[in-house]
């Protein structure tokens, strides 16, 4: 990576560097006290000079909002004007029909928790859509929280930087091997979006790894945790239940998709 540019406003700095990851380029910025650097590889530097040129002229320009909002970084400049609508999920259809349709089953559950689980987990491996509805059933709002929270940040930064698609495949793959996983090995009795959550961790992680960017906000650190909880619930010392064979399949679903796509840029 070499540096191409330092701004020393850090809030235009983002700005720029959101709207060049929506071209499908990597940038990366870097601080240096109040200025910040930003970083490209050296084959996308001149196609960088003149982004970087027509945003000097009109810093304004809604494009580049919109591109800090579609990569989650709501940041303002003292030369930008207007307002920024907040349906940032909307950019994210497949990452919001999930998210409503998990909070639609979990009202069921409340409603009618027997009727529920027995309609929706995998007991009847011969009906096929059982292989997918396990996800979507949550035995706690603290569960629903923590995977819904994971599910729209992780989610709708895939389908942002990639496509729809990707996150479709991604999502119906790790959940069927993660669902079949945790059947095979320990039976029907389960539920959750945690494995699609760790397909989504794995995916995210690695892809940055094998393509030295920085389009995901999964670190090392956040990542050894991710592997330690799964290590956790193995070893039977938590306080809750943990369909610990789901989040393994999905990790390693995760993984598998992230090696596959290594030599594919994203749109």
Same mark, same amino acid.
């Given at each position: 990576?070499?540096k191409?540019?330092? %701004?020393?406003? +850090?809030?235009?700095?983002?700005?720029?560097?959101?709207?060049?990851?929506?071209?499908?380029?990597?940038?990366?910025?870097e601080?240096?006290?109040?200025?910040s650097?930003?970083?490209a590889?050296?084959?996308?530097?001149?196609? #960088?000079?003149?982004?970087l040129?027509? /945003?000097l002229?009109?810093?304004a320009?809604?494009?580049?909002?919109?591109?800090?909002?579609?990569?989650?970084?709501?940041?303002?400049?003292?030369?930008?004007s207007?307002?920024?609508?907040?349906?940032?999920?909307?950019?994210?259809?497949?990452?919001?029909?999930?998210?409503? #349709?998990?909070?639609?089953?979990? =009202?069921?559950?409340?409603?009618d /928790?027997?009727? +529920?689980?027995a309609?929706?987990?995998?007991?009847?491996? +011969?009906q %096929?859509?059982?292989? =997918?509805?396990p996800?979507?059933?949550?035995?706690?709002?603290?569960?629903?929280?923590?995977?819904?929270c994971?599910?729209?940040?992780?989610?709708?930064?895939?389908?942002?930087?990639?496509?729809?698609?990707?996150?479709?495949q #991604?999502?119906?793959?790790?959940?069927?091997i993660?669902?079949?996983?945790?059947?095979? =090995? +320990?039976?029907?009795? /389960?539920?959750?979006?945690?494995?699609?959550v760790?397909?989504?961790?794995?995916?995210?992680?690695?892809?940055?790894?094998?393509?030295?960017?920085q %389009?995901y906000?999964?670190?090392?650190?956040?990542?050894? %945790?991710?592997?330690?909880w799964?290590?956790?619930?193995f070893?039977?010392?938590?306080?809750?239940?943990?369909?610990?064979?789901?989040? #393994?399949?999905?990790?390693?679903?995760?993984?598998g998709?992230?090696?596959?796509?290594?030599?594919?840029?994203?749109t």
């Open positions: 990576m070499h191409f540019v330092e %701004f020393q406003s +850090a809030k235009a700095a983002l700005l720029f560097a959101d709207y060049c990851k929506t071209q499908g380029l990597q940038v990366l910025v601080q240096h006290g109040q200025a650097a930003l970083l590889p050296a084959e996308q530097i001149p196609q #960088l000079q003149t982004l040129e027509q /945003f002229q009109d810093p320009h809604p494009r580049y909002q919109a591109a800090a909002w579609q990569q989650s970084n709501i940041v303002t400049t003292s030369v930008a207007g307002s920024v609508p907040f349906a940032v999920l909307w950019r994210a259809p497949l990452t919001s029909i999930l998210l409503l #349709l998990t909070i639609a089953v979990y =009202l069921w559950q409340q409603l /928790f027997a009727g +529920a689980n309609a929706l987990q995998l007991t009847q491996p +011969a %096929f859509w059982r292989w =997918l509805t996800i979507v059933l949550h035995f706690s709002l603290t569960h629903l929280v923590f995977n819904l994971w599910w729209v940040l992780l989610g709708h930064k895939i389908e942002q930087q990639t496509n729809s698609a990707n996150l479709l #991604l999502a119906l793959s790790s959940a069927v993660s669902n079949g996983l945790q059947l095979a =090995l +320990a039976g029907p009795n /389960f539920g959750g979006l945690s494995g699609v760790y397909a989504l961790f794995g995916y995210c992680w690695l892809y940055d790894k094998l393509k030295g960017t %389009f906000p999964v670190t090392n650190g956040l990542a050894a %945790f991710m592997v330690l799964l290590a956790l619930g070893m039977d010392v938590l306080w809750v239940n943990m369909a610990n064979w789901a989040h #393994l399949g999905g990790l390693l679903c995760g993984l998709w992230a090696w596959l796509s290594k030599g594919v840029r994203p």
